[in-house]
């Protein structure tokens, strides 16, 4: 059974840092693409970025800049480093592992449980 499972949200000030992991199980992680989201209360799904295995990654234009995806492929863990938060930020960030490089979350097969960020002004 797939199981992805996201943890290091929190809160954190403007103009701080964060670093979100997703450890998978139960999949063979290196031929996935794995990525992450963001959802706001009322607002839909939004694509942070995503990466293959070999290091190509794909960023929403929202945290181009700011937002750094890696992969420990040996671990089957990804992060997601964010850097320069703004309070626009906060969200529940989830993590998802799918077969194609995408930005519409309906193409990822496996989702995590999501984690909270919180970016105070």
């Known amino acids: 059974q797939v199981q992805l499972v996201e943890s290091g949200g929190g809160l954190v000030q403007a103009g701080g840092s964060l670093r979100l992991s997703c450890v998978a199980s139960g999949m063979s992680f290196r031929r996935y693409i794995m990525g992450w989201f963001r959802q706001a209360p009322g607002k839909e799904r939004e694509f942070v970025g995503c990466g293959w295995s070999d290091g190509i990654i794909y960023y929403g234009d929202s945290v181009k800049g700011r937002f750094t995806i890696s992969r420990d492929n040996s671990e089957d863990t990804m992060y997601l480093q964010m850097d320069s938060l703004k309070p626009e930020d906060t969200a529940v960030y989830y993590c998802?592992?799918?077969?194609?490089?995408?930005?519409?979350?309906?193409?990822?097969?496996?989702w995590g449980q999501g984690t909270q960020v919180t970016v105070s002004s």
């Open positions: 998802a592992a799918g077969g194609r490089a995408t930005s519409n979350s309906d193409d990822y097969n496996y």
